[in-house]
């Protein structure tokens, strides 16, 4: 027992190194993660689209057939859906990460009277 608890602490000592504070991403790996993050958002999007077009075939059929079956169906109102399109990356403009420009200097201090 005493050789497990022994190569647990072991374990714990040697990991400590590897929680060490990471260095920052660079950039381009910001840049990247950026556009993953977009895609994704994106495609929830077309998966959210998708899911309405088949909601809607599945009340139309179903309207259909309660028809035929002499139902009455009343519709529910409901948002059209709305189309993504296709996915288009604009990276954050690149003026937000350029330094901004000097400020003026501050007026000057009105002159005191002797």
Do not use: N
């Not at 590897?18 to 840049?31: F, G, I, N, R």
């Not at 399109?85 to 000097?102: E, I, K, Q, S």
């Amino acid at each position: 027992m005493s050789r497990i608890v022994v190569a647990a602490l072991a374990a714990t000592v040697l990991a400590l190194p590897a929680l060490a504070k990471l260095p920052p991403l660079p950039d381009d790996a910001k840049a990247k993660a950026a556009e993953a993050a977009a895609r994704t958002a994106h495609g929830s999007k077309v998966a959210d689209f998708q899911l309405c077009k088949a909601m809607e075939r599945v009340a139309a059929r179903y309207a259909a057939e309660a028809t035929k079956a002499g139902k009455a169906v009343k519709p529910t109102e409901t948002p059209a859906c709305a189309d993504p399109g296709a996915f288009v990356y604009t990276p954050p403009a690149a003026a937000a990460a350029a330094p901004a420009a000097p400020a003026a200097p501050a007026a000057s201090a009105p002159a005191k009277k002797a």
